[in-house]
């Protein structure tokens, strides 16, 4: 079983939409969570941390579920420029783990 | 500002040849450095985990014959791609966690590497 499991997409969205991703991991001892978002040609960037308390960045919102082991990502008010492949992230130990990638697009 | 650097950004060379890819973690030490590969409208690929020190550990499937990994230092992780085909043509991205907390994983800015 892979340590990340992450639903690769595509989601269309229009814009104004509130999406939501998960992500899935194998492990229960692992121990810190991110999200990322890589924009087309680029590297993956830290879009946020994710703590067990559930963490909001404006439209983001992160939560982490360890009885289940996933995290989530909701995205409130798409806007155009939500547009990107996001990227989840587990860490344990000092080994990094990714799921594939969640690729989004904002339709006008 | 940046906390991993690559170089260089990107390549083109003619097949057969060998492709060297440095990545530098700036202002922190990295024991551990991660290479990846990304072929266009595809996911990241872990390719790697660079050790300082001591051998790279290879994804299955990764020739490490052809990928040639070494962290020769606590803030230098190189790949070098050896004779390189078109089909190695890819964007190769490098990681590096940093301690800040708990660990954050800081990805090089890529390299973008076309083979003739």
């Known amino acids: 079983r892979k340590e990340v499991e992450q639903d690769p997409g595509p989601f269309n969205v229009p814009e104004g939409a509130t999406v939501a991703f998960n992500c899935t991991y194998s492990?229960?001892?692992?121990?810190?969570f991110f999200w990322y978002r890589q924009d087309c040609r680029k590297e993956p960037k830290l879009l946020m941390s994710v703590y067990s308390s559930g963490n909001e960045d404006g439209r983001f919102t992160a939560q982490l579920n360890r009885a289940s082991q996933y995290i989530s990502l909701l995205i409130r008010d798409s806007k155009l420029s939500d547009s990107a492949t996001y990227l989840c992230?587990?860490?344990?130990?000092?080994?990094?783990?990714f799921g594939t990638g969640t690729s989004l697009t904002v339709i006008p | 500002g940046a906390v991993v650097s690559q170089h260089p950004s990107w390549v083109i060379c003619k097949s057969g040849t060998s492709v060297k890819i440095e990545c530098r973690s700036l202002d922190f030490q990295a024991t551990t450095m991660f290479w990846y590969r990304q072929f266009p409208k595809q996911s990241l690929m872990l390719m790697a985990t660079s050790n300082e020190g001591s051998k790279a550990t290879y994804e299955q499937g990764v020739e490490k014959d052809k990928f040639l990994i070494n962290h020769a230092s606590l803030t230098l992780s190189t790949l070098t791609v050896t004779s390189a085909h078109p089909e190695d043509s890819s964007f190769y991205i490098c990681?590096?966690?940093?301690?800040?907390?708990?660990?954050?994983?800081?990805f090089g800015p890529g390299t973008r590497l076309t083979v003739l």
């Open positions: 492990n229960s001892a692992s121990q810190s």
């Open positions: 992230v587990v860490n344990r130990g000092n080994q990094f783990y």
């Open positions: 990681s590096a966690p940093r301690l800040a907390g708990g660990y954050e994983q800081f």
